[in-house]
């Protein structure tokens, strides 16, 4: 069956691998799962037959014999459900994998996205400076622990798994803002993942997206 995923026509990242199908992208190369991709401009995401697919008018979705996903935490548990190589066979270091999915969702990825958010689309707020240590502060207060606990290890649970992919997508979000760098194991972490083939096919997937874009005539 087909897989189809809808993503950024033209992501306002350029295609450096932070528009969330990344993640996607990269749990199918993981899993060795060819996709196809359907690419929406912002007003085609926000049409009823993308309302459909997605209730928020997000991308991505995920699309496959019937099955229409939306949520990256839910399409990349589906897809490691599904097939061997994303979490582990050991019922209770799978259980944990899964934990560690929604550790880097609810309970990390919040303040990075804060943090983004300050950075770049309040950046000119008159109260952006005043705020933005707290907002910095909010993100050590999870990096401090998740670098406690990861240790020297090179992935979370045994091998790598959807957990670590997952950390990591949310991670590397961090790299502009210096505040990885604090944490030597925790960027050695991301570079690891980045250094992945299936990273790196998915990666060079959506960056040609981008520029497919940009060749393209206005
Ligand atoms: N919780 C949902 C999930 O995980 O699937 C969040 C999905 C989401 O935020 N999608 C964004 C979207 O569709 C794209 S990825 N936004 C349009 C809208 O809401 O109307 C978020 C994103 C966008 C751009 C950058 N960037 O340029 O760096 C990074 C991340």
Redesign the pocket.
């Known amino acids: 069956m087909t897989i189809t995923l809808t993503a950024f026509e033209a992501?306002?990242?350029r295609g450096r691998g932070?528009?969330?199908d990344m993640r996607v992208r990269w749990a199918l190369e993981e899993v060795g799962r060819p996709y196809e991709v359907q690419l929406l401009s912002?007003e085609a995401?926000k049409t009823a037959e993308h309302l459909a697919r997605h209730p928020?008018?997000?991308?991505?979705t995920y699309e496959e014999d019937g099955l229409v996903l939306?949520?990256?935490?839910a399409i990349v548990l589906h897809i490691a459900h599904g097939h061997a190589g994303l979490l582990p066979e050991a019922p209770q270091a799978r259980a944990r994998a899964v934990a560690w999915l929604f550790a880097a969702l609810n309970t990390v990825e919040p303040p990075i996205l804060e943090l983004a958010n300050a950075r770049l689309l309040e950046a000119e707020q008159p109260w952006t400076a005043a705020r933005l240590p707290l907002v910095r502060d909010r993100v050590r207060q999870r990096l401090v622990p998740f670098a406690r606990h990861l240790g020297e290890a090179q992935w979370l649970e045994g091998d790598f798994s959807a957990g670590d992919l997952m950390m990591i997508s949310v991670l590397l979000r961090l790299r502009p803002s210096g505040l990885l760098d604090d944490h030597p194991t925790l960027a050695a972490y991301v570079a690891r993942g980045e250094a992945r083939g299936a990273y790196q096919r998915a990666f060079a997937a959506q960056l040609a997206v981008f520029e497919a874009s940009q060749a393209r005539p206005a």
């Open positions: 992501s306002p990242d932070l528009a969330r912002f995401m928020f008018g997000q991308i991505p939306f949520e990256t935490g």
